[in-house]
């Protein structure tokens, strides 16, 4: 199962709204509403931000919102802050062998 | 809150046993999934496995054959054991609450393979 393609690097200017695309297959993205995405500081656990495409948990941030189109899923913060400086992973349940399959991951830098 | 705190070695030499315990704080076992995860340059995150409370396991195939995750409700844990460990097993490992997506993490552990 090979991992869920994401762009390297994003950047953007405070106030401004991003987008990270999640590329994968009609095996994992595109079979199922079961993506999630991940924020991660430098030396921190991932943190859960967006599961089952769009939803957000308690306490995150309604400037983070998920969306799906075909085999790709997307991440998009607005209002960007100098806080949402992380690397940032998809994952999507797959109907491979193995059934969770993570993203390449996207470093967001903000300018 | 729930928090989860992962042990155990942060040295293994190659060929032996990776042993990792995770403690569960201000919540029980149940009714969850509980899962392993773990993170390289290499690789980056990869799921190891998960447990159900009721036992039931499920394990990266990649991984299987050298791959155990068990419960000790009455200790309010779960481990991973890997064996027969090589570099390409140094990793951050981390344990977290859920089987589909994960809410809660420990604060990883950095494992290194190596004589």
């Known amino acids: 199962q090979s991992a869920l393609t994401q762009p390297a690097s994003v950047s953007g200017s405070p106030g401004q709204s991003i987008t990270i695309s999640c590329t994968g297959t009609?095996?994992?993205?595109?079979?199922?509403?079961?993506v999630s995405w991940y924020q991660q500081h430098p030396g921190k656990a991932p943190k859960l931000i967006i599961y089952?495409?769009?939803n957000r948990p308690s306490g995150i941030s309604d400037r983070f919102s998920g969306s799906k189109s075909g085999n790709t899923a997307s991440l998009t913060i607005s209002g960007l802050q100098a806080e949402d400086e992380a690397d940032y992973y998809c994952?999507?349940?797959?109907?491979?062998?193995?059934?969770?399959?993570f993203g390449t991951g996207t470093k967001v830098t903000v300018l | 809150q729930v928090q989860l705190q992962e042990s155990g070695p942060g040295l293994v030499k190659p060929s032996e046993t990776l042993s990792l315990t995770c403690a569960v704080s201000?919540?029980?076992?149940?009714?969850?999934?509980w899962t392993w995860i773990r993170q390289s340059p290499e690789k980056g995150l990869e799921w190891i496995a998960y447990?159900?409370?009721?036992?039931?396991?499920n394990y990266n195939p990649s991984l299987k054959s050298r791959v155990t995750i068990s419960l000790d409700t009455s200790k309010n844990q779960f481990s991973l054991k890997l064996t027969s460990v090589t570099a390409a097993d140094t990793a951050v490992y981390y344990c977290?609450?859920?089987?589909?997506?994960?809410?809660?993490w420990g604060q990883g552990t950095m494992v290194t393979v190596s004589s």
């Open positions: 977290a609450r859920g089987g589909g997506w994960w809410s809660i």
């Open positions: 201000g919540g029980s076992i149940s009714p969850h999934y």
């Open positions: 447990i159900y409370y009721t036992g039931t396991t």
């Open positions: 009609s095996s994992d993205v595109g079979a199922f509403n079961y």
């Open positions: 089952d495409v769009n």
């Open positions: 994952c999507s349940y797959t109907s491979s062998s193995t059934p969770y399959v």
